[in-house]
């Protein structure tokens, strides 16, 4: 009888050791399951530190939607512009042999399907589809386009000529970044469109002031001859963050060298005057000008006159610091005066500065003491 009953219950022993295996192995597996799914969590997580999230883009349809080429668009001025074309939905291309220009300044956009940096010189030619062409390659202080002055009018002539035969192909508007520069140091002021300058064509910097003389001149015989459309910007000085540190020019020298304890130097008397804007209202001009309607050479500028010894005490006062001014020998064919009338970009463009001079001064100042705290060049 009980060899009987102990037979019987073999088969349920084996059914329940089978069954605590099978919950045993269910167990491991999803113990396993658990730790790949945490290692998969960990990965991600790992992946995401490294993801770009970049600034939000709206997107176009295609009548909107513009193929828009920046020559120098890794510099100061065209870095900002390339922010403000992609934010608002536009397919954006740079080429820059970055001479002064920095891919720091526009990585933030790199990866992203709207926008595509090419490392190129202007000087040779360029083959792409595009709509707009805005031309700010060149060296814009004087450091940097006089120390080579052949490769600076290079660029405004062999380099223009390029963008325009481009233009020409793709039937696109271009607009050329021209400067304050070509009116010299000017016998009228404050300086017209309809002024045609007093500039020495054999001075130091007439490699820069003659070079974008001639790429105007380009310009309107495109025009004429080829019905190319045309922009013509004439830009007078413009700061803020993203100026090269080392470019040479009167607000980033004064900066620095106020952060840095170090005198701030001023060429001649420091009676000679200045207008400056801030770079956001120039991208603004720049955009409003592209779009408008009117073809004849624009101020774009901020008309609020400064002399330079007025312009370094502004500065010191809020840098502080122990710096001292101090005047040094006036440097050749340097302009006395310089103060835009902005009455055409008033009437054509409906545009005028917004940003207060000082406002724009104090952001400056911010960037620059970070950059230069970055740099452990801080004293």
């Not at 770009?52 to 510099?75: E, F, Q, S």
């Not at 120390?147 to 660029?155: C, D």
């Not at 101020?299 to 006062?317: H, M, Q, R, V």
């Amino acid at each position: 009888m009980y060899s009987k009953l102990a037979m019987s219950e073999e088969p349920k022993l084996d059914q329940v050791r089978m069954y605590e295996q099978h919950e045993a192995v269910r167990e491991q597996n999803t113990e396993d399951i658990y730790h790949e799914i945490e290692a998969l969590k960990r990965r991600v997580k790992e992946l995401e530190k490294g993801h770009k999230v970049y600034p939000k883009v709206p997107i176009l349809n295609y009548k909107d939607r513009k193929r828009i080429l920046i020559t120098g668009g890794a510099g100061f001025v065209g870095s900002h512009l390339v922010d403000k074309l992609m934010k608002q939905g536009h397919e954006v291309t740079v080429v820059d042999n970055f001479f002064t220009g920095r891919k720091k300044n526009v990585e933030h956009w790199i990866g992203h399907e709207n926008f595509e940096l090419i490392h190129a010189d202007i000087v040779n030619p360029l083959f792409i589809e595009v709509d707009q062409i805005y031309h700010l390659a060149s060296p814009a202080s004087p450091p940097n386009y006089m120390y080579n002055p052949v490769k600076t009018l290079k660029t405004n002539t062999i380099g223009t000529i390029n963008m325009l035969g481009l233009a020409k192909r793709c039937r696109a508007r271009i607009l050329l970044a021209s400067t304050s520069e070509v009116y010299g140091d000017p016998e009228v002021h404050p300086q017209k469109e309809s002024y045609w300058g007093h500039v020495n064509p054999i001075g130091p910097r007439s490699c820069y002031d003659e070079g974008k003389r001639a790429a105007e001149s380009l310009c309107y015989a495109y025009k004429k001859q080829e019905n190319i459309e045309i922009r013509v910007a004439r830009i007078f000085n413009t700061f803020g963050p993203r100026m090269h540190m080392n470019d040479g020019r009167v607000v980033s020298n004064f900066i620095l060298q106020a952060l840095q304890d170090s005198p701030i130097t001023i060429y001649g008397k420091g009676d000679q005057t200045r207008s400056f804007q801030y770079v956001s209202d120039l991208v603004d001009g720049l955009v409003a000008l592209m779009n408008s309607d009117y073809d004849l050479p624009v101020n774009i500028g901020n008309p609020d006159e400064y002399t330079i010894k007025e312009f370094a005490s502004e500065i010191l006062k809020r840098v502080g610091g122990k710096s001292e001014i101090i005047n040094k020998e006036a440097v050749t064919d340097d302009p006395s005066r310089r103060k835009p009338d902005i009455s055409l970009a008033k009437l054509h463009l409906h545009w005028q500065p917004r940003v207060k001079v000082m406002d724009g001064v104090n952001k400056t100042i911010e960037y620059f003491r970070e950059e230069l705290r970055h740099s452990n060049m801080l004293p």
